[in-house]
Structures are given as C-alpha cells and as structure tokens.
C-alpha cells in the first residue's frame, strides 16, 4: 500500500516531539493544498544584445533520486519546476515551501544511478528506516545505499544493472525529460533537461551535472555503475554531440574530493596529456563552487593571505568516517593556478573553466535562503530542531551535515533571452557567475585602454566589448600596457548591502610558480587600507539574539575601472571578481531565533558572488 506523503510528515512530527527538548516551530502550520500560492513563471524578457541576467539552479534532486527517497522525500520533477516557477510545494516533513522569487532556469538533476527504482519498488521504504538502523548498529556494520535497499526489500541496488530494472530507471528519465518539456517556457522559464552522474570512488567525491541544450537525449542516462572515470562519462558525451545532441557536464564540490576533482594525474593516476586537457575542458566548461555542501572557490590553506577564504568551508570527504578532504586538489582557484602552472611546463591547460553556484537540493527545491532554509534531507534536517542538532528522527543518529550545511547557491547567466539555446551557449562561453544565494548583479569586463570614466557613459557595456571581453573570454597579446578590468555590481534588494569588489588573480612567475594576489579595488564608506595595504572590515550590523541586521553600513552599488599594477606581459595570468555583502544573519542563527536557543558560530556570514575568470595570453 502506498504512504500518502502526510502520514510520513505526521510521522515526522512526532518523532521530533518524542525527542526534542524545545518546540519546533519549523513544522507549523501543514501543508494546505487548496491554499498553496500557485506557480508563477517570471515575466517575459525581450531579447537583449547586451544581454539579461537570469537566475537558476541546475543541480536539484527529487523523489527519483535514491538518496532523496530513502530520507523522505516524495515530491516529483513537475513538483520541482512548480517550485522554481514560485509556487509553493509540501515539504516532506508537511509544511509548505517556495522561493521568495521563482527563478528563470533549472533543471532537475536526479541521480542516474538506480533512477526511480525505489520510487517504484517500495513506497514505504523510509517508515522501515529506524529498525534498519538499529540491526546496523547491532552487527557494527556501516549504512550505504546497497546496505539499505538490500536490507530493507531483499535485493542489492547492484541487482538493478539486469534488464528488467534498467527498464524501470529508463520509464522514470522519460518522466524527467517529460516534465522539462512541459514546463519550459522560452522567453519566461528554461527547464533543462539534466541528470547526476555520481561517481564516488573511496569516498572521493567526483560528481558531474550533465546538462542537455535541447530535447534531444539518450534513452537512458550515462552512470557511475557504467564507470566511475570522468573519461568515460566524456566519451558517451561526446558520441551524444557527435548524434546532434549538444551537452556539457559540471563538476561539483571538489572541496570533498580529497584533492581529485582538480588533480594533477588522470583518474588512473596516470599522466596528464593534451588530449585530456582539451577534452576535459570541451566537456566540462564550468564548475559548481557555491551549494549546500559548502564553498569550492578557495581554502585558507591554499589562499593563506585571503582574509575571505574561511567561507562556508565543508572539509571532509562524503563519508561515515567524515575524514578529511584534502584541500590541494579539491578548490577552484586552486585548480585555475594549476592549470597555468601545467601550460607553463607542459604546454596544455586542463583548467579552463567558468564558475556557477546550485543548490543539491534534494527536496524538490532550491534552499538558498538563510531566513527560510529548510534543509537538503527531511529526515535528516527537515526541521529547525533536526538541523541544530535538538532532535533526532532515530536516536543518537550522527549528522554529517546538521549546521555544517549551507544555504547556498544560484547560477547566474548573461544571455540575450531566456531561453535553452541561449542560456547553454552563454554558459558554453562561460559568461557566467557563482552567488552563495543571494541574487547580486554582477558585470566584469577585461580589455585594452579602457578610460577612467567607463562606467559612467550611457553605452559602456558596447564600448567595453570592443575592445575587451567579458567574464569567461580571453585577451591575447598585450597592447603596449597592463589589461584594464570594468566591474560593475548592485546588491541584492532583498539581501545586504555591498562591502568590497575585489579582483583575484592568478600566474604563473618566470620561475614557474603558481602566485595569487586579492585587490580591493571598490568599497563603501570612508575606509582606507593600512599600512599593511589590508583594508578595515566594514563592520557589523546584526542582532544575533533576534536574528536581523541592518542597512546602515555598505553600499547598495559599486563599481570600478581598474588596471593591473604589477602586470608583466611575458607571463599569462587570469582574473576574477568577488564581490562581497556585509554581514547579515547566517540561517544557524534564524533556525537558533525560532528555537529560542543559543546561535552558534558562526552567527553571521558574509554572503558573496564570484565570476567566471578572464584569462589573458602573452
């Protein structure tokens, strides 16, 4: 018989009662169907030469993802795409959810190893979660997902490979792609169709978003029980582009890959050679730095002199034995440094990518908002008591998530229309950027005797394409003097005010050392770098005892035309820009409010945005 989704979220609810000492208030009201806020797909955009800015998640999980099922989850794709079009769906824990404003992509991206099985083998799987724990702990044996399933309905996950279960996985990708194809709307909402490949080997996680620019696509999705080497999934991609099918895969969260995701072997351990190093950057033009799991743009270890690389890190491996991720290897900045240090000494760069934020929801939406976080895993953390570590749905149950999770990220695209081929080619130029949630405007140009006043005449986005490039371009040969770089950026209206803009760079010296160096090149306020060229902190406004912040500090817009003071036209180098808010409430600390318990740290966050990389080449 087949659990409606509101007795899993009664079920719920009193397990939390049974052992949380404080009221969740997280849980109320229910989910009310007959009252839910209906989806609303943003207004049309005309198309722009200069092109719109478009808001998306491209890595959401529902109930055809295995994980997602065995914690709870019911939801559907078109559940999803109801939710990214700003309606409001039910939790699995039985209240209501939606965005504060839909967004303009996504893209559900369920696992494609095992997709839909368990959705179709046994409905009530996670109602028979808590005995299944027990037994574990009996025998000393470690929960995984074949573990689970073998335990629980008397078969492995490995069983599926046979014909009659790879049918099944078959009917629920149709049921993806068939509910991509019912909500996109061009000119006013992108589905995509996508998928997970979820390769894990020891532990090291590896995970690729594969992400289609049309209707066209395999009858069956590409999957780490197919293989767990990144070569491989590239190779069925590339015989799908070869069929018409244009597709590109996005790694993510490489800060929990133990130095993998950006090594400098091949999965084999062996060598790099420039066949990998063109075919990995064809298939793989961007990189997810911003999501649930934590920041992959820097680490303080490999950015020693970066007073921001702190942020929101996750460090170990995706593990029960939570050991720790090894930094060199698993960090995007890390990886641009790499890559220039290899074409310095090798002649080939594998590490020409741009960057994007997504969530890895895995409730059927997006939980990027600090002051409505709901959680990546119901059972797990689908309540404000269950996150901070108040209650646990089984007792004693250790959480490697909990308040170690993020409420983070969005993918930011310049593109000329809302629609899937012109979104995928921007993302394919990597004109793109990362956000941590919130939706920060961001421009960045590089070019050649850009003014002063730049950014101050009616037509300076045609002028900067002139003779410059936007985020993910190139600039080649110098022109007699040092790259001058526009950035342009405007908070968040529903978010902080703005702090810093800074440029990050990265080269290579004529030793053949990898370098990098944070500038300040706009801030609000007064502030002046010291002595030491560092400048102040802006301050902080918020109340952490009732969860607010104000905007009295930080500025709501700032922009700069700034040129390279320690330009050397012999060595190539890359550029970004990282804007950063000022600090407001981190979602620990509204969860902590609503509880009427004690915030952890850290209270506040500084939330931020990150653009694709502008490389320049002698």
């Known amino acids: 018989m087949r659990t409606p989704a509101r007795t899993l979220s009664v079920l719920v609810a009193l397990a939390l009662a049974a052992c949380s000492p404080v009221e969740d208030p997280s849980l109320f009201p229910a989910f009310d169907a007959a009252t839910a806020v209906a989806p609303q797909a943003p207004p049309p955009t005309r198309p722009n030469p200069e092109h719109n800015l478009y808001w998306g998640d491209l890595h959401v999980h529902t109930s055809y993802s ?6 709870g989850v019911r939801a559907t794709p078109d559940d999803a795409y109801r939710f990214f079009k700003g309606g409001e769906i039910e939790h699995a824990a039985g209240y209501g959810i939606r965005l504060r404003r839909p967004l303009d992509f996504a893209a559900v991206t369920d696992h494609s190893e095992y997709m839909g099985l368990l959705r179709a083998s046994d409905p009530d799987l996670p109602l028979k979660a808590r005995g299944l724990r027990e037994r574990l702990l009996q025998d000393g044996r470690l929960a995984n997902t074949s573990l689970v399933v073998r335990t629980m309905i008397g078969f492995s996950l490995e ?14 990708w149709r049921d993806v792609v068939e509910a991509a194809e019912r909500h996109n709307e061009p000119g006013r909402f992108t589905a995509f169709i996508g998928y997970e490949w979820s390769s894990m080997p020891q532990d090291k996680n590896l995970h690729r978003n594969v992400i289609y620019r049309g209707a066209q696509v395999p009858d069956l999705p590409f999957s780490s029980v197919d293989s767990e080497d990144p070569r491989d999934l590239w190779t069925a991609l590339e ?35 420039a066949d990998y190093a063109r075919r990995r950057n064809a298939n793989e033009p961007l990189s997810e730095i911003f999501q649930v799991k934590g920041s992959s743009e820097t680490h303080p270890q490999l950015s020693p002199d970066d007073p921001f690389a702190g942020f929101e890190l996750y460090t170990t491996q995706l593990s029960q034995t939570q050991a720790a991720s090894r930094p060199h290897g698993s960090y995007a900045r890390d990886a641009l440094r790499r890559g220039l240090a290899m074409a310095h000494r090798e002649g080939f760069n594998p590490y020409r990518f741009g960057v994007i934020g997504s969530s890895d929801g895995h409730n059927a939406s997006s939980p990027v908002e600090e002051d409505s976080y709901h959680g990546k895993l119901p059972i797990l953390d689908g309540s404000a008591a269950l996150r901070m570590g108040e209650a646990t749905f089984w ?48 421009r960045f140009f590089g070019g050649w005797g850009y003014p002063r006043d730049l950014l101050q005449q009616p037509d300076w986005i045609a002028r900067a ?62 502030r002046a770098p010291g002595a030491d060229g560092r400048l102040p902190a ?20 700032l922009n700069a035309v700034w040129t390279d003071p320690d330009f050397d036209a012999d060595l190539e180098a890359f550029y970004y820009a990282r804007v950063i808010e000022i600090p407001t409430p981190r ?32």
Do not use: C
Request: hydrophobic share 40%.
């Open 395 to 442: 007792p004693e149950e250790s959480m490697a998530g909990g308040t170690r999770w993020s409420a983070a990220g969005l993918a930011a695209v310049w593109a000329r229309e809302n629609t899937r081929g012109a979104l995928f080619d921007a993302m394919r130029r990597r004109e793109t950027y990362a956000t941590s949630g919130p939706r920060i405007a961001l």
């Open 159 to 172: 069983d599926a490979v046979r014909p009659g279960w790879e049918s099944v996985s078959r009917a629920a």
């Open 239 to 273: 015989a799908q582009r070869a069929a018409g099918m244009e597709v590109f895969a996005i790694p993510h969260n490489g800060n929990v890959s133990d130095g993998r995701m950006y090594d400098d072997v091949m999965f084999d351990g062996a060598p790099m050679h």
């Open 66 to 71: 295995t994980d997602a099922y065995t914690n």
């Open 538 to 557: 802006v301050g902080s406004t918020v109340n952490v005892a009732n969860a607010s912040y104000t905007n009295t500090i930080g500025a709501p817009q």
């Open 465 to 526: 394409e002139v003779s410059g490039v936007p985020m993910g371009g190139e600039l080649t040969g110098a022109r007699g003097a040092a790259p001058t770089f526009a950035v342009w950026a405007m908070r968040d209206p529903d978010s902080g005010n703005l702090d810093r803009v800074q440029v990050i760079k990265g080269w290579v010296d004529r030793q053949g050392r990898a370098q990098e160096k944070v500038y300040d090149i706009a801030w609000s306020g007064k």
């Open 587 to 618: 979602w620990t600390t509204y969860d902590a409010q609503r509880l009427g318990i004690e915030a952890p740290q850290p209270t506040s966050l500084q939330e931020r945005a990150v653009t694709s990389a502008i490389w320049y080449r002698p």
